[in-house]
């Protein structure tokens, strides 16, 4: 009789401490991730291309929906940062909204900056990624994405030809 009392006694304090471990490892994993919508000159990505600024303008837009970015606003790149001495003088930020992927164990949190600058003859496109992987007790920031780069740089081109 002594015997099983002490047995579901055991039971019932794994079961707590298992209960209360659970639940520390879901609340330690539900910090929230606050990320800054400026992404500083790490790793940027730029192109030049030979068209009117406020073509390239809207076929950049037109890219970023295409490839399921959402603008959150845009700005002049002056509020951040120096502004670079450019002939025409036009220039334009594009910051975008935070896209999340959950896994079991982590997140990522993705976002894009676009600069674009008008030159004497043609308009730079400067793009800046930023991707966190967020774990429980750790964060991992990543600043290149090549194939991103390529295919934004690709579509504002076919969009340009159109």
């Not at 304090?13 to 919508?37: E, H």
């Not at 890219?63 to 399921?68: F, I, K, M, V």
Request: proline content about 2%; glycine content about 4%; some cysteine.
């Amino acid at each position: 009789m002594l015997n099983y009392k002490t047995e579901k006694l055991g039971e019932e304090c794994l079961t707590k401490i298992f209960i209360l471990l659970f639940i520390f490892i879901i609340s330690v994993g539900c910090t929230r991730l606050q990320m800054t919508k400026y992404i500083q000159d790490r790793n940027p990505y730029k192109q030049e291309f030979y068209a009117s600024f406020d073509k390239v303008l809207e076929a950049t837009k037109a890219t970023l929906a295409h490839l399921g970015w959402s603008i959150a606003q845009t700005t002049d790149p002056a509020v951040y940062e120096q502004s670079r001495n450019h002939s025409d003088g036009q220039e334009i930020l594009i910051l975008t909204e935070t896209k999340q992927s959950s896994r079991i164990l982590y997140s990522r949190y993705y976002q894009l900056n676009v600069f674009l600058h008008a030159l004497k003859n043609a308009t730079e496109v400067e793009i800046r990624y930023s991707v966190v992987t967020s774990f429980p007790l750790k964060e991992f920031h990543g600043y290149r994405n090549n194939a991103l780069a390529r295919e934004i740089f690709k579509e504002i081109s076919s969009q340009l030809e159109k």
